[in-house]
């Protein structure tokens, strides 16, 4: 299968200016510069990659959308990846780090732009020692300062490393966070790309995405779009997690069978287990079941099977985990993340959590289902930014498609903790005696 | 209206010790709110930007603080690089070391404070000089990093140098189940793991490094040929 990204990854070295450059590395940004800025967009828009983050955005659009003219602009690029299950940003920074800054200054370069940051999770240490060296390389090589490469381009691009906050991912809390403040989401409109970071406009991409940026242009954007399907252009780099045999992150052509990844790549679940449910797209995607598995790999069919593509995260369960565990610990994560600034997901999250729980203890009726149900709709669409909608709709899914299997389990949990509770009454030495609380008269 | 009887064994019934009733957890003075009593001083003046005549900060915490400053067209922007700066001097975000940072970005401690109890990598309890963070997540649940979390605790409990923490999803789902240890990233690991962790910390050695994500291929097999 063809590798874009993945190219000789493992190539020792790679990191380094050296080994990149003898690859051919900057070749595009030379070709770019050559190119007028429209000409660079063109190439962008036909190419008609989608965002790799997990809008699915075509970002030569969101270039595109940026305001012409001289003014302070910026670029952000994203790589604060948390949504669980994804680490493919991880994998491509630490072993291609200059692959991401040329397309970073390329991109630029585009939407004329001269400020650019690049956010990275406070988690990814080593990822970003790696960045900062490979950053004073091309410093000192010319590819990112003043006059580039002889061009007209001017870019400086600073590494900010994040603290650790899932929110910071979502594109408006990663700008309050490079601002200096909470990483509140703001509301939208304006979108970025009319008022973002320091009130200028802003263009904020995906590693991943601004990582194809060189391969787009060497190869041509026309050229480009021929791989995957229509409207899912190119390569995606898949993160298969979980259950499986072979976890690990795969390069993959857009409209595979979703089977090819989970089973001929990953080695599917372990032996003698079934898949039960699986997240396409990171664990804020709906599930889906062990029949969806032939679905196309791209983002039309994903959105067609009631799911998203999302960051490209696979995340398989087998069938020796109850769903309820997968529940509660999915519920938990949104409501530790959540930023608090909306009211229907800061209480949304929080009251999923307990509502799960107590199905696991033994509290809840069937009717509790019915309740969490319409907690998950009451989330989707009433807040600034879709972190509450991340729970609400693989909750939402879960409920749905799995209603027979929670409901045996309040039955269950019901009776274990109910049995003895006779017994309980007997020994507190209560039972002969008092039959509960009066009516007050 | 009849009162409830007394116990047998002469205890007062209380509502609470029905059988089988989960207990709520109760924070100071019987309340469901951890640290409501953790009140501001009402008779004090909030505190304003400290005054860097007043306030001593260390030559290179200071140093550290202003070369984030001048990355950004806005100084604001320098307060998580600058709290990591600060806690990598101190070992957490004290009081102190957030006033100094105050002092030299010229913000207000209240400013830094909402900033630093916003993430959670910054500190602002004392805890110990290394940190583990074992990843708790889903993929990593699903592949027993609950139990890797307990053993971790249980191992390094006597050992007020190192801080177990669970962590939501590091970014390492294919070396599930991992822990970050001062940052670096080791996986997949097994029970027996967690005694050699605290013992190459104590030792000041590389930590388990032969599951260092560092060093692991690219699991896609096309990667490595063309």
Sequence with gaps: ?441 | MSAIPARRDGSEHSDWDLPRRPAVPRFAHGSRVPGWDDAVDLTKDPAVVPDLATTPVPEGLRERVEAAMSRYPDRRSAAIPALHAAQEEYGWCSPEAIDQVAAVMRVTPAYLTSVATFYDMLVTEPKGRNDVFVCTNISCSLRGADAIFEAMSAAAADEEDITVRSFECLGACDIAPMASVNGEYVGPLERGDVARIVADLLAGREVLEEKQLRRRPCADPGAAEQ
């Design chain 1, 1 to 441: 299968m063809r590798k874009i990204l993945f190219d000789r990854i493992d190539e020792p070295g790679l990191n380094t200016l050296a080994v990149y450059e003898r690859r051919g590395g900057y070749d595009a940004l030379r070709k770019a510069l050559g190119m007028s800025r429209e000409e660079v967009l063109q190439e962008l828009l036909a190419s008609a990659i989608r965002g790799r983050g997990g809008a699915g955005f075509q970002m030569g659009k969101k270039v595109s959308f940026l305001p012409k003219g001289e003014m302070d602009k910026y670029l952000v690029c994203n790589a604060d990846e948390s949504e669980p299950g994804t680490f493919k940003d991880r994998e491509l920074m630490q072993k291609s780090p200059h692959m991401l800054i040329e397309g970073i200054v390329i991109a630029a370069y585009a939407g004329g732009i001269d400020r650019a940051f690049l956010y990275i999770r406070g988690e990814y240490e080593y990822q970003a020692d790696i960045l900062d060296a490979a950053l004073e390389e091309a410093r000192a090589a010319g590819y990112i300062g003043e006059r580039i490469l002889g061009s007209e381009l001017t870019l400086s691009l600073v590494l900010h490393r994040g603290a650790g906050a899932y929110i910071c991912g979502e594109e408006t809390g990663l700008l309050d966070s490079l601002e200096g403040k909470r990483g509140n989401p703001r509301l939208k409109p304006p979108f970025p790309a009319v008022e973002g970071l320091y009130d200028g406009p802003t263009l904020i991409n995906n590693v991943e995405t601004l990582a194809t940026v060189p391969h787009i242009i060497a190869m041509g954007g026309a050229e480009y779009a021929k791989i995957g399907t229509e409207t899912s252009t190119g390569t995606k780099l898949v993160s298969v997690s979980g259950d499986v045999k072979r976890p690990g992150n795969y390069e993959v052509e857009l409209g595979i069978p979703s089977r090819e990844i989970i089973y001929d790549l990953a080695g599917g679940p372990p032996d003698g287990r079934t898949v039960k449910l699986w997240f396409p797209g990171g664990s804020s995607a709906p599930v889906l079941t062990a029949e969806d598995l032939d679905v196309p790999y791209d983002f039309d069919s994903m959105a067609k099977a009631g799911s998203m593509l999302g960051s490209g995260a696979i995340i398989v369960v087998d069938d020796s985990h109850p769903v309820l565990e997968v529940a509660i610990k999915l519920a938990k994560f949104y409501a530790h993340e959540s930023c608090g600034k909306c009211v229907p997901c800061r209480e949304g999250t929080n009251w999923t959590v307990k509502m799960l729980e107590r199905i696991e203890s033994g509290e809840a009726t069937p009717m509790d289902l019915d309740i969490m149900a319409s907690v998950q709709e009451q989330i989707i669409g009433n807040c600034l930014c879709v972190l509450g909608d991340a729970m609400a709709m693989p909750i939402g899914s879960i409920i749905e498609k799995y209603r027979p299997e929670l409901e045996a389990h309040i039955e269950a949990a019901r009776e274990r903790a109910n049995s003895g509770a006779l017994e309980d009454v007997v020994a507190l030495g209560v039972a002969d005696d008092y039959a509960g609380p009066m009516p007050v008269h």
